[in-house]
């Protein structure tokens, strides 16, 4: 038993150290003072699928933004909602002159949603560097520029930022910055750049900024059709064909509320997770059993010899220390990342959730129909995953 807690705690305390080396080698942007307004133009291509709540706000960010030569583009992928008619409004407004939209075109098969939907923009762009970024984000009016400066310091032909997640409710609060405690927590990010190797890799979709040579060297979104976490094989593809990858710390720049309430994040969790680990089940049940020793065990063991009134080592002071270090994680991560302390303090039910949405991830991919968004189901194979468009029956999940 002594021995099991020792290697608990040694293993929580590699992993805040990785989150202090992090904190070092994921630079901020450069600041805006130093930044030039002028620079190669830029695309910022935005696919969208019922995105009514979301879609002016980003547009009108982005059509704000004080840098000299872009464009935006938007693709509206068979909304549903009105999102097509706040366009219309948008282009009406100061600046909409630069804004472009169009319908896209039928989801092909071997093809899922936001993949095609970034390759039909990518077509359209005319920009010698591209900006892949989300519905739902909001960018301040130096976002581009300073972000063009630190593609063009760091010498990279791929660029992704961390956005700062806003949390408009209870469940977001507790679920959402669990991405960037994965993250940051098992992922040494100076390898990102400064190792060739596609096994370290690391992206995020809400803003992803391209070299447009390098984009169509790896053939686009192309190569990712059938990659439902398409943002992090992007980043293996770049790597992959010898180009450079950089990531910075963007929450000064950027914004982004993922998901919207507790159904919006069962839901998009639920699609991301399995297919994160590749669909490995092995690797999903290793995760939720590491969570589990790492997070919530040391919970049990102290209440347990709390209300037993053992206080040994290895029953009570040993836990503790594991959970004191757990939450100096969080805490750092937290303060790293513009998010509130409190969601920190709740560590633990976080990780209940989370080990729920794994689960459930596995559950509906391998025994169900596969996992469901904005209208369409995913289905998904062995090392692949397909989307569905609305009307198709998806396979079993089952691989063979």
């Given at each position: 038993m002594l021995l099991y807690q020792s290697l608990i705690l040694f293993s929580l305390l590699v992993f805040l150290g990785i989150i202090l080396r992090n904190?070092?080698?994921?630079?901020?942007?450069?600041?805006?003072?130093?930044?030039?307004?002028?620079?190669?133009?830029?695309?910022?291509?935005?696919?969208?699928?019922?995105?009514?709540?979301?879609?002016?706000?980003?547009?009108?960010?982005?059509?704000?933004?004080?840098?000299?030569?872009?464009?935006?583009?938007?693709?509206?992928?068979?909304?549903?909602?009105?999102?097509?008619?706040?366009?219309?409004?948008?282009?009406?407004?100061?600046?909409?002159?630069?804004?472009?939209?169009?319908?896209?075109?039928?989801?092909?098969?071997?093809?899922?949603?936001?993949?095609w939907?970034?390759?039909?923009?990518?077509?359209?762009?005319?920009?010698?560097?591209?900006?892949?970024?989300?519905?739902?984000?909001?960018?301040?009016?130096?976002?581009?520029?300073?972000?063009?400066?630190?593609?063009?310091?760091?010498?990279?032909?791929?660029?992704?930022?961390?956005?700062?997640?806003?949390?408009?409710?209870?469940?977001?609060?507790?679920?959402?910055?669990?991405?960037?405690?994965?993250?940051?927590?098992?992922?040494?990010?100076?390898?990102?750049?400064?190792?060739?190797?596609?096994?370290?890799?690391y992206a995020i979709g809400q803003f992803i900024l391209f070299r447009r040579g390098s984009y169509e060297r790896i053939d686009g979104h192309?190569?990712?059709?059938?990659?439902?976490?398409?943002?992090?094989?992007?980043?293996?593809?770049?790597?992959?064909?010898?180009?450079?990858?950089?990531?910075?710390?963007?929450?000064?720049?950027?914004?982004?509320?993922?998901?919207?309430?507790?159904?919006?994040i069962w839901g998009g969790f639920s699609k991301n997770l399995f297919a994160g680990l590749g669909n490995s089940v092995p690797g999903l049940f290793a995760l939720m059993l590491l969570f589990a020793m790492l997070y919530l065990a040391p919970w049990w063991f102290a209440l347990s010899s709390l209300l037993r009134g053992e206080a040994t080592a290895e029953r009570l002071w040993l836990p503790v220390a594991q959970i004191a270090v757990a939450l100096a994680s969080r805490l750092v991560i937290s303060a790293k990342f513009r998010q509130p302390w409190w969601p920190a303090m709740l560590h633990a039910p976080s990780q209940v959730v989370l080990i729920m949405i794994a689960f459930n991830s596995f559950r509906q991919t391998v025994f169900g129909r596969g996992p469901s968004w904005k209208g369409r189901s995913y289905r998904f194979g062995r090392g692949t995953d397909k989307e569905l468009a609305p009307g198709k029956t998806p396979l079993s999940g089952r691989s063979g």
């Open positions: 904190l070092v080698d994921l630079p901020g942007l450069p600041p805006a003072e130093g930044c030039g307004v002028s620079g190669p133009k830029v695309s910022l291509l935005v696919p969208a699928r019922d995105e009514e709540a979301n879609i002016a706000g980003c547009v009108s960010s982005l059509l704000a933004q004080d840098y000299g030569d872009f464009e935006v583009i938007v693709l509206d992928d068979h909304s549903t909602d009105g999102t097509w008619r706040e366009l219309e409004r948008l282009a009406g407004g100061a600046g909409g002159g630069r804004l472009c939209f169009v319908k896209g075109s039928p989801l092909p098969d071997g093809w899922h949603g936001k993949a939907a970034c390759q039909q923009l990518a077509r359209q762009a005319t920009g010698e560097l591209l900006l892949f970024t989300d519905a739902d984000t909001r960018h301040r009016p130096d976002a581009l520029r300073r972000a063009v400066a630190a593609m063009a310091l760091s010498g990279a032909d791929m660029l992704s930022l961390t956005p700062q997640q806003e949390l408009g409710s209870f469940w977001e609060g507790l679920v959402v910055p669990l991405v960037y405690h994965i993250l940051f927590s098992y992922l040494p990010i100076g390898l990102v750049s400064g190792c060739g190797s596609p096994a370290f890799c192309r190569s990712v059709r059938t990659n439902i976490v398409e943002d992090v094989w992007l980043c293996k593809r770049v790597k992959g064909a010898g180009g450079r990858v950089a990531a910075f710390n963007g929450t000064d720049a950027v914004g982004c509320r993922m998901y919207r309430g507790f159904g919006e």
